[in-house]
């Protein structure tokens, strides 16, 4: 009698079901490896926005301290508000007429060339002609 199909014996039941588990485990590893890859990646660049909010923080607390100053009530109340401080004077500048200079003389326009009666070619061959020499 003729065997067609191979006897299956533990050993190689258990090499076929090993090589199963390896290869799951091998498939949930580098499964992980991405998901680690991933999240290194967004917690970069978390990071630098954090970087970037702690600058924005930090212009924006010496903004707040100098609107808070002395100097930019003083600032803001002689700017925007026209007041001023007691023993200060104001003087007013008045706009200076602007002199008027004498108009520039206009060149006059020279006629225009008398109409040649010589014809078309003939103008052409003498404008060549001219250059030409």
Do not use: C
């Not at 006897?7 to 799951?24: D, K």
């Not at 917690?43 to 926005?49: G, I, K, N, V, Y």
């Not at 108009?103 to 070619?121: G, H, Q, Y």
């Amino acid at each position: 009698m003729h065997q067609r199909f191979p006897i299956i014996t533990y050993q190689r039941l258990a090499l076929i079901l090993m090589l199963f588990v390896v290869t799951y485990f091998a498939t949930r590893f580098s499964a992980t490896v991405v998901a680690n890859h991933r999240l290194d990646a967004r917690e970069a660049a978390l990071a630098l926005h954090v970087k970037e909010l702690e600058a924005t923080n930090q212009s924006l607390k010496q903004d707040l301290e100098y609107d808070n100053s002395r100097a930019y009530a003083e600032y803001a109340a002689r700017n925007q508000l026209g007041l001023m401080m007691p023993g200060d004077h104001v003087i007013r500048v008045a706009a200076q007429a602007a002199v008027e200079a004498p108009p520039t003389p206009t060149p006059a326009l020279a006629p225009p060339p008398a109409r040649s009666t010589a014809p078309t070619w003939r103008r052409w061959w003498y404008l060549f002609a001219q250059s030409g020499s």
